[in-house]
C-alpha cells in the first residue's frame, strides 16, 4: 500500500511539472533612437502591410519570375525543410514527458548436457520462449524536460522566422535582378542608337574628304569614337548576361529557360512605390523575420541553460518490467511462469571531473554570444533601413538631375551638329559633343535603375 501511494505521488508530481509553463528568457534591444536619421527624407507613419508590393510594376513577366522563384528558390526550400527538421525534435523532445514502453519476444531450442541438468544428471532437449514489456517513465522534478521543449519550441519559431527572412530575400534579389537586366538593355540600346548616330556622322565626314573639305585626320577621329562606342557592347551584354544567369539560379530554372523569357528586350520597368510609411526603429523588433529569429535564438540559448543546470541535479523514474519465460503454449505454464517487477529508481551525481558544468558553461556561453548575435540582426537591420531611406532620396535627386542634363546634351547636340554640316564650328566640337551625349544618357540610365533598386531595397528592409 505504501509502495502504490509512493507512485501516485510521483506520478502527480509529473503531471504537476508537465502542465508548468517555462518562463521565456528575455533580452533588451541595444539602444535605439526613437526616429531615423534620415527621417526627413521618407514618408512619416507606420508601415502597412502591402503583401504583393513587386505587383505595383504590372509587369507580368516580372510576376511570373516572382511566383517562379518562391516555389522552386532552393535555399528557401532548405529553409522550409530546416522548419521540418526542427518540428520533428520538437516531438522528440516533447516525448520525454510520456512513459517508454518496449516489447521484446525470444524463442530458442537448447540441449543441455547431463553436467548442466543438475540435480538429474540427465541431459535434455526442449524450447525456451521469453517475452516481456518493460516500462521507463522518468519523473521531471527539476525541469530538464521541461526547459528542453521550451528550447525546442524556440528553435521552431526561429526556423520559422530564418524561412520568413529567406522567401523576403529571394523576392528582393529576384526583383533587383530583374530591374538590373532591364537597365542593362536601355543601357544596350542607347550604346547602339549612340553608335549608329556616330556612324553616320562618320560616313557623312567620309564624303567629305572624298569631296577635299575635310582633313583625312576627321575621318579618323570619326571612326575612332565610332569604334570605341562599339567597344561599350561586349562588357554591358556580358553584364546583363551574367544577371540572367543569377536569375536561373534564383528561380531554380535553365538559362534558356530565362533567356526565352526575357526576349526580346523589354522597356525599364516603371513603378511608382507605395505611399509607405517607414515607422520607428522600434516597429523592427516585431516586423523583421531575421530580428524575431535571432530572439528565438535567444531563447532556446537560455532554456539549454537550464537543461544543463538541471542535469547536475538527481534524476527520478519509474520502472516496471512483465514477462514470462515458458517452454511451451499452455494456459497453466504461462500463468505458472508469469512474473513482474515495479519500482523507481533514482540517481544523483557525485563526481564526474567537472564535465556536466563545462557543460553548464558552454550553454551559458551559447546564450552570451546569440544576446550578441540578437543585438547585431537589430542594428544591421536599422542600418538597412536607414541606409535605403538615403540611398532612395539620394538617387532620386541624381536621376533629377541627369534628366536636366540630359536634355540640355541633347539640345547641344543638335545645336552643334547642325552648326559644323553649314561649317560653323569646328569637328572636334561634335565629336566632343556626342561623347558627352552619350555618358550623360548612359549615366542617366544607370541612375533610374539604381533608383528603382535602392527602393525595392527599401521594401525589403522595412520586412515587406
Same mark, same amino acid.
Not at 510594376?57 to 522552386?72: C, E, G, S, W
Not at 528561380?251 to 516603371?270: F, G, H
Not at 540582426?377 to 542600418?383: D, I, K, R, S, W
Given at each position: 500500500? &505504501? ?12 503531471? +504537476? ?25 521618407? &514618408? ?32 528557401? &526550400?532548405?529553409?522550409? !525543410? ?20 518496449? +516489447? ?9 548436457? #547431463? ?18 514489456? /518493460? +516500462? ?39 526583383? $533587383? ?16 542608337? =549612340?553608335?549608329? /548616330? ?41 553584364? *546583363? %548576361? ?13 538559362? $534558356? ?36 529569429? !535571432? ?5 532556446? !540559448?537560455?532554456?539549454?541553460? @537550464?537543461? #544543463?543546470?538541471?542535469?547536475? &541535479? ?22 505458472? /511462469?508469469?512474473?513482474?517487477?515495479? @519500482?523507481?529508481?533514482?540517481? !544523483? ?11 553548464? #558553461?558552454? *550553454?551559458?556561453?551559447?546564450?552570451? %554570444? ?24 539620394? =538617387? ?10 540630359? /536634355?540640355?546634351?541633347? @539640345? ?32 542617366? #540610365? ?16 522595412? @520586412?515587406?
Amino acid at each position: 500500500m &505504501k509502495y502504490v501511494r509512493l507512485v501516485a505521488a510521483l506520478a502527480a508530481a509529473s503531471v +504537476l511539472t508537465a502542465c508548468t509553463t517555462t518562463p521565456l528568457a528575455t533580452v533588451a534591444p541595444p539602444p535605439l533612437a526613437a526616429t531615423y536619421a534620415n527621417e526627413d527624407l521618407a &514618408k512619416h507613419g507606420p508601415v502597412s502591410d502591402l503583401g504583393a508590393w513587386w505587383q505595383g510594376f504590372h509587369d507580368p513577366i516580372l510576376d511570373r519570375l516572382v511566383d517562379t522563384a518562391i516555389a522552386n528558390n532552393l535555399n528557401l &526550400k532548405a529553409a522550409v !525543410a530546416r522548419i521540418d527538421a526542427a518540428r520533428a525534435l520538437r516531438i522528440g523532445t516533447a516525448s520525454q514527458w510520456f512513459p517508454s514502453l518496449d +516489447l521484446n519476444a525470444d524463442a530458442s531450442r537448447q540441449r543441455m548436457s #547431463a553436467s548442466q541438468a543438475f540435480p538429474t544428471d540427465t541431459p535434455t532437449t526442449g524450447n525456451a520462449f521469453g517475452f516481456n514489456a /518493460s +516500462l521507463a517513465w522518468e519523473i521531471d522534478i527539476f525541469g530538464r524536460i521541461r526547459q528542453g521543449v521550451s528550447a525546442a519550441d524556440a528553435d521552431v519559431t526561429s526556423a520559422q522566422n530564418d524561412a520568413l527572412a529567406v522567401r523576403i530575400a529571394t523576392i528582393d534579389e529576384t526583383v $533587383q535582378t530583374y530591374v538590373t537586366v532591364r537597365g542593362l538593355e536601355q543601357r544596350i540600346a542607347l550604346v547602339e542608337a =549612340n553608335a549608329l /548616330s556616330q556612324r553616320s556622322t562618320e560616313q557623312s565626314t567620309q564624303r567629305m574628304f572624298d569631296a577635299g573639305v575635310l582633313p583625312v585626320a576627321d575621318v579618323d577621329r570619326a571612326t575612332a569614337q565610332t569604334e570605341t562606342t562599339l567597344a561599350e557592347l561586349p562588357a554591358l551584354e556580358l553584364e *546583363r %548576361q551574367t544577371a540572367i544567369h543569377r536569375l536561373s539560379i534564383i528561380t531554380a530554372s535553365t538559362p $534558356q529557360d530565362i533567356y526565352a523569357r526575357l526576349d526580346p528586350p523589354a522597356p525599364a520597368p516603371v513603378w511608382t512605390p507605395p505611399a509607405l510609411g517607414i515607422g520607428t526603429p522600434a516597429d523592427l523588433l516585431r516586423r523583421r523575420p531575421d530580428v524575431r529569429a !535571432a530572439e528565438a535564438r535567444v531563447v532556446a !540559448a537560455y532554456a539549454r541553460i @537550464g537543461v #544543463a543546470e538541471a542535469d547536475l &541535479k538527481p534524476h527520478l523514474q519509474l520502472i516496471g518490467v512483465i514477462g514470462a519465460a515458458i517452454d511451451g503454449f499452455s494456459g497453466a505454464t504461462f500463468a505458472r /511462469s508469469l512474473a513482474w517487477m515495479a @519500482g523507481a529508481s533514482a540517481s !544523483a551525481p557525485l563526481f564526474d571531473g567537472g564535465r556536466r558544468r563545462s557543460v553548464v #558553461a558552454l *550553454r551559458r556561453a551559447e546564450a552570451d %554570444q546569440a544576446v550578441a548575435a540578437y543585438r547585431a540582426t537589430v542594428l544591421t537591420a536599422v542600418n538597412d533601413v536607414e541606409t535605403s531611406i538615403a540611398a532612395t532620396a539620394r =538617387n532620386r535627386s541624381r536621376t533629377e538631375s541627369l534628366e536636366r542634363a540630359t /536634355s540640355s546634351a541633347r @539640345g547641344a547636340y543638335t545645336q552643334i551638329n547642325r552648326s559644323w554640316r553649314s561649317g560653323e564650328s569646328a569637328f572636334i566640337d561634335t565629336l566632343e559633343v556626342q561623347r558627352s551625349l552619350l555618358a550623360v544618357e548612359d549615366s542617366l #540610365a544607370q541612375a533610374r535603375t539604381d533608383e528603382l533598386r535602392s527602393q525595392v531595397r527599401l521594401m525589403s528592409a522595412l @520586412g515587406q
